[in-house]
């Protein structure tokens, strides 16, 4: 299957874009939010109780079978484990604040090398290659770009707390160096995820020389594009407070933004959903596949790791309240950047339900870049954000058409 480019009014679907509208009033958007997330959580506790009691009654005449199940219950709810790696690859070296990964796997193929740059959202960089049958990164390498690299993520110490976007930036070019390192080519295919998007093109703003693709997934590059909870509050309380909240955040953390409290928005923002997945739980107490499936997203999702502190208030400041890198203001390094000094071959790929970032945030870079428009892909994939970097639907439908195209632009031959 081929991804033809499309124009600006269309995603690859065929369907309209979002509309590229930013709340009038951020504060009644995020009124309205709460009351919705209010009646969605109320809703399914009531549900869930509702299931509970009924599932209670049914083994009345067996009160041990009650307990039995309880226990276990707990057991998967508690029993959380450190995520891994799921493909075999080395690990080419390690800094304080990020590992390159290495799935080349001994492939010597004359093709332009990939870069992945994961979510960096409080969680393990490991979602990139989630299970065997749910890894981005063999997916990258079945569409024949089989020198394949990503960055990992280190969780923030106090020796590191006081990281800069330069110091990320940095961390990037030793990786695009390694993985350039004995191919013969200059340039790499950046694929940025969630919060590694934005870090992907404002690397490829300040070395548009060294990228040969780029491509962006569920990544806010215009932070205010659309309505979104995390957006509609960073402008509330930077107004009210300025940078206050967050300060006070950060000095919880000893100086780093604590991993734990960004996964609280996260499940703030979707309690419904929290709700329902421990609910789905104990339906499926006795179907081992359902519960391995349990365990393995829940060992990601609740393992997380801390942000520098000084890197966390300068994105939120720059980033999400600021929203400079779309609006030309943003200087990294003491340069200004320009989204217009781009011209690569720009690949998109948005959730329709995406909620932490509607696919208007992703698609708004190709209005900012000067890449020609037959040389711009947008997919729109039907589920929200996470699944777009483990979802099976996303990675059996959605990428391959778009890597295939990346792949165009590598030297990769039919495969």
Request: aromatic share 8%.
């Amino acid at each position: 299957m081929t991804t033809a480019p499309v124009s600006d009014a269309t995603d690859a679907t065929g369907a309209p874009d979002a509309p590229a509208i930013d709340p009038v009033d951020p504060a009644a958007y995020l009124r309205t939010f709460r009351g919705e997330t209010l009646r969605k959580a109320t809703t399914a506790l009531v549900e869930g109780g509702a299931y509970v009691t009924t599932r209670a009654l049914a083994q009345a005449a067996t009160p041990h079978r009650t307990v039995y199940d309880a226990a276990r219950w707990w057991r998967h709810v508690l029993g959380r484990r450190k995520p891994s790696w799921s493909t075999e690859h080395t690990v080419v070296w390690e800094t304080p604040i990020a590992r390159l990964r290495d799935f080349t796997a001994g492939a010597t193929d004359d093709v332009v090398p990939t870069l992945v740059l994961p979510p960096q959202a409080g969680h393990d960089s490991c979602i990139v290659d989630f299970q065997p049958t749910q890894s981005q990164m063999q997916v990258i390498r079945q569409a024949g770009l089989t020198r394949a690299f990503t960055l990992d993520w280190v969780g923030a110490t106090q020796a590191t707390k006081g990281t800069t976007i330069e110091d990320y930036v940095a961390v990037v070019d030793r990786a695009v160096d390694s993985a350039l390192e004995g191919t013969g080519h200059t340039t790499v295919n950046l694929v940025g995820d969630c919060q590694g998007g934005w870090l992907s093109t404002i690397y490829a703003c300040v070395h548009p020389e060294r990228v040969n693709t780029l491509t962006l997934a569920g990544a806010p590059i215009d932070f205010h594009a659309g309505d979104t909870a995390i957006g509609a509050s960073s402008r509330v309380l930077t107004r009210r407070y300025g940078k206050l909240p967050y300060r006070t955040m950060v000095a919880m953390g000893r100086g780093n933004m604590p991993g734990q409290f960004v996964l609280n928005g996260f499940i703030a923002m979707s309690p419904d959903a929290e709700i329902a997945k421990h609910v789905d739980l104990l339906r499926h107490l006795d179907d081992p596949t359902a519960i391995a499936r349990y365990q393995a997203f829940e060992d990601w999702f609740k393992h997380t790791q801390d942000v520098p502190g000084t890197f966390y208030l300068w994105l939120v400041e720059h980033l999400f309240s600021g929203n400079e890198l779309i609006e030309g203001r943003l200087e990294v390094g003491g340069k200004r950047l320009d989204m217009a000094d781009l011209s690569c071959p720009l690949f998109l790929l948005g959730g329709a339900t995406d909620h932490i970032t509607p696919p208007v945030q992703v698609f708004r870079a190709a209005d900012a870049v000067s890449t020609p428009s037959d040389q711009v892909w947008k997919r729109t994939a039907p589920g929200g954000h996470l699944g777009l970097f483990m979802g099976n639907q996303a990675l059996r439908q959605e990428w391959p058409p778009l890597l295939d195209e990346v792949a165009r632009y590598s030297g990769v031959t039919a495969h």
